[in-house]
């Protein structure tokens, strides 16, 4: 089964394999020992999995849904409220015992009774996407993206009262950093960043302190947890063990031949790794080996991320009706690409979602628009450039 776009969702459910590969693919299912890979049409994009006790729930654009029969039949059993003229996504999960987190664009959704049903709250009121998620006991931590109207605020926000209240934790440690994803193992926390590494807090989030002792790449994507054993997936350095709460990591990485990874699922000994544009890899001995467990259509290019926000001039220009823009994106970001007249005025917009890092050529179209110039705008996290383009008919 050849597949489409990044590997940004997986998880194990007894010996069930399932990969979600979002922007513009689909759910994937495999059973280990079987025939390989079939998709389900039954379920909308995903862009995030959990499984909690028997069942398996996936975030998508507008909401989440649920499979208790191994992703034979869905049922949608939490829908985003409607905000404007957006339909936001689920774009994070976090799961203990029969409680479950769930992040999405401006707000946060809890299920206490194993996803039967959902409270839901506004938390911000622009454009934050929520990019990790941990809970322990009744504390909820959710790490907001720094885009928009979330400018100031913490990179972690905690609630101690099942999200009625949210307060922002952190230190001068996660001040400047950039948090992607969130874990909760014990009485410690753990916070993954884009290339700063991991911290972890033993108070809950009051103090932070550097816990990446033997990692050799600091771009964390991803964590997974399982008994002693702690993962994590970095986007460069492929996976890394600890078996001491993070206070040192070793690579783990035989077989892996993709070391740009976006996500994780561990049970048991079964480790589940998703990556960029490389394949699907499962370990059968808690990550000590891999086995390639899945491919794209067609080789892709060797994987060099770029390093730095980018937006190159478009070509040609000048240009009759069509023209091209590529943009480079070094982490996963909230990009918007706009084009606007000399009165400022918003003529098209070209994006505006949630990217994986990586190199984007995007067409557009002014066969309807006058002759003279005009601006494009690329907004993505912190970064902002504005480029001129002419076209002449």
Request: hydrophobic fraction near 40%; charge should be negative; aromatic fraction near 12%.
């Amino acid at each position: 089964m050849p597949f489409r776009g990044d590997f940004s969702a997986v998880g194990i459910l007894g010996t069930a394999l399932f990969a979600g590969t979002g922007e513009g693919g689909g759910l994937f299912r495999a059973v280990e020992g079987g025939d390989g890979w079939t998709e389900s049409s039954r379920v909308p994009v995903p862009f995030c999995l959990a499984v909690c006790g028997k069942d398996l729930f996936v975030g998508t654009a507008g909401g989440i849904y649920r499979s208790s029969d191994s992703a034979t039949s869905w049922t949608k059993v939490f829908e985003i409220p409607y905000w404007g003229e957006y339909v936001y996504t689920v774009t994070c999960f976090a799961v203990s015992g029969a409680n479950i987190l769930a992040g999405y664009r401006n707000g946060e959704a809890v299920s206490t009774d194993g996803g039967a049903s959902w409270t839901t709250r506004i938390i911000f009121t622009g454009a934050v996407d929520m990019k990790g998620a941990a809970l322990y006991g009744t504390t909820l931590l959710i790490a907001p993206s720094d885009f928009g109207d979330a400018g100031g605020y913490t990179r972690i926000l905690r609630s101690l009262d099942w999200g009625a209240h949210w307060g922002g934790i952190g230190s001068s440690f996660l001040s400047t950093q950039l948090v992607d994803c969130l874990a909760a193992r014990g009485t410690n926390i753990f916070a993954g960043t884009q290339l700063g590494g991991i911290f972890r807090s033993s108070d809950d989030g009051i103090t932070w302190v550097p816990a990446d002792s033997g990692l050799t790449n600091l771009n964390i994507a991803c964590f997974a947890s399982n008994g002693p054993s702690f993962f994590v997936g970095t986007r460069g350095g492929g996976v890394f063990r600890s078996t001491d709460d993070g206070t040192s990591w070793s690579p783990i990485d035989s077989g892996l031949t993709n070391p740009v990874i976006l996500s994780l699922a561990v049970e048991g000994k079964n480790l589940l790794a998703g990556t960029w544009h490389g394949g699907l890899y499962l370990s059968t001995d808690t990550g000590a080996s891999w086995t390639m467990w899945g491919t794209l259509a067609a080789p892709p290019p060797i994987y060099s991320p770029p390093i730095a926000f980018k937006l190159e001039q478009n070509y040609p220009n000048p240009f009759n009706a069509g023209t091209t823009i590529q943009l480079e994106l070094p982490v996963t970001s909230q990009v918007k690409l706009t084009v606007f007249d000399v009165l400022g005025r918003e003529v098209s917009s070209l994006m505006n979602d949630v990217r994986s890092a990586g190199v984007y050529k995007v067409k557009f179209d002014g066969t309807n628009l006058a002759s003279g110039v005009y601006f494009y705008r690329l907004q993505a996290g912190d970064f902002t450039q504005t480029k001129r383009l002419l076209m002449l008919k």
